[in-house]
């Protein structure tokens, strides 16, 4: 056992902090292959960060004490757009009190409840999507992932109010495009002199939007099945209703942890297909046929370990010296269990390279091998959401469209604040299948009378 930090890139600050941002996958492989397994880096206005891929770490780190580890203080970098109440953020008993309050709302079966929301939220961006040319559907799934959060979270209808807050919020989140995303947020008084004044100013204006959102709600008293509407209902423990300020602080992590995540995610999906003949063409043949969702769930566990959007799972400070692996930890450093290693591991995944959803016919995800949402006290709440959301997107393109992949390449890696998505925006080639088409141009069903 040692007390000193795992070795790392002896290269400025600046730079590693250059190759985090522009070359997110490649400047991990690179420092495991040289580095081994744990890794330190170290970024600018960070404390040291220590990658961890090795699956009894993980399950160490993910299994520690909650006043060991803060993975709240490690995510502080969200703070200026989730709040200080996002459960995110919080630590031991707060943490734990917020989830609990939280959980109903993201349980599955709530989910499954606002699936048909999504589907037809789904049908109606897809019927704008071209064919026969090249098409980046990136910002399209943006926009779709962006207006099932504003409906199904938010529970706005369509009007003045949906409108102003998606075009509010499509603003706020190009903040992601930015290198300044990553840092640390700026004390009070310098923010308002930084390029980050403008970011604030958007920011006041959308919390004005929901304040006023929420309050309308609490008046309003009516029974919905959209998250705000289960979280007005949810109780501390004296009984207490959440305040405004955690209603905001829950919605937008919503927004932050829904939005972007799902998005890439479905982009990689659709640009890997479009490679994978093979896949497609069974996965398109179970949708068509009905048969089930076996292979579909299996497309997109793998999706989930070939291309994590999230590739690290959530920072965890040390709060308390603690030993990790082989490794005695000292206070004030941030660990991280890093998904893209773990799941591209030949020791745990043969051929990690490969995108073969079969692999996942053949056994289940393992707890401590496939990350995608976190694990432990910290796994993401909003994973049913988001597996409900991708298998109706799925579904619903490949029923419509045939999928040809666009240059001899697959795309590389572009990181958007913390999150990774296609550097071309996962852009394929759409054409109209065939049954789809027969579909759209037979004549609508004779409606019944309605029962009497």
Same mark, same amino acid.
């Given at each position: ?29 690179? @420092? ?20 961890? =891929? ?34 995110? #953020? ?77 075009? #509010? ?21 310098? =923010? ?92 398109? @043949? ?17 999706? #989930? ?111 958007? =604040? ?35």
């Amino acid at each position: 056992m040692t007390d000193k930090l795992p070795p790392g890139p002896r290269m400025p600050v600046l730079l590693q902090t250059l190759g985090f941002w522009s070359r997110p996958t490649a400047f991990l492989e690179r @420092c495991r292959a040289r580095y081994g397994v744990p890794f330190t880096i170290r970024l600018v206005g960070q404390p040291p960060l220590v990658m961890i =891929s090795d699956p009894d770490a993980i399950k160490d780190l993910f299994q520690a004490p909650p006043d060991v580890l803060h993975p709240g203080e490690g995510a502080r970098i969200l703070e200026p757009v989730v709040g200080t109440h996002s459960v995110i #953020l919080l630590d031991e008993g707060p943490h734990l009190q917020q989830r609990k309050l939280m959980l109903p709302a993201f349980h599955g079966e709530k989910m499954q409840r606002l699936s048909s929301l999504m589907s037809e939220l789904t049908e109606r961006e897809i019927d704008s999507w071209p064919l026969d040319v090249p098409v980046e559907l990136h910002p399209r799934l943006q926009r779709l992932t962006l207006e099932i959060i504003l409906r199904a979270v938010f529970g706005l209808e369509r009007g003045a109010k949906l409108d102003s807050l998606r075009a #509010l919020l499509t603003k706020l989140l190009t903040f992601g495009d930015s290198p300044l995303s990553l840092l640390p947020p700026p004390p009070r008084a310098l =923010s308002r002199v930084t390029p980050l004044a403008g970011f604030e100013r958007l920011g006041a204006r959308i919390d004005e939007l929901i304040y006023a959102l929420i309050e309308e709600r609490r008046r309003e008293g009516a029974d919905r099945e959209d998250v705000l509407a289960m979280l007005l209902a949810a109780e501390h423990e004296d009984g207490t209703p959440m305040s405004a300020q955690e209603l905001r602080d829950e919605l937008m992590t919503a927004l932050v942890a829904g939005h972007e995540t799902t998005a890439s995610q479905l982009a990689w999906t659709f640009e890997r297909l479009a490679r994978e003949p093979a896949v497609l063409a069974r996965l398109s @043949c179970e949708i068509e046929d009905g048969s089930g969702e076996e292979y579909l769930t299996a497309t997109i566990n793998e999706i #989930l370990r070939h291309r994590p959007v999230l590739p690290n799972a959530e920072p965890r400070l040390v709060k308390k010296p603690v030993t990790i692996g082989n490794v005695r930890y000292p206070a004030g450093v941030v660990l991280l269990a890093n998904a893209y290693l773990v799941h591209h591991d030949p020791a745990i995944y043969p051929d990690p390279y490969a995108f073969h959803p079969e692999r996942f016919l053949e056994q289940a995800p393992g707890t401590y091998t496939w990350i995608p949402f976190g694990g432990g006290r910290r796994r993401c709440l909003g994973a049913s959401f988001a597996l409900v959301e991708m298998k109706i997107a799925i579904r619903a393109v490949l029923a419509r469209f045939e999928l040809a992949a666009v240059g001899a390449h697959p795309e590389k890696t572009r990181r958007r =604040s913390i999150t990774i998505s296609p550097a071309h925006g996962g852009t394929v080639l759409l054409r109209e299948r065939a049954s789809a088409s027969r579909s759209r141009n037979s004549p609508a069903p004779e409606r019944l009378p309605a029962a009497a």
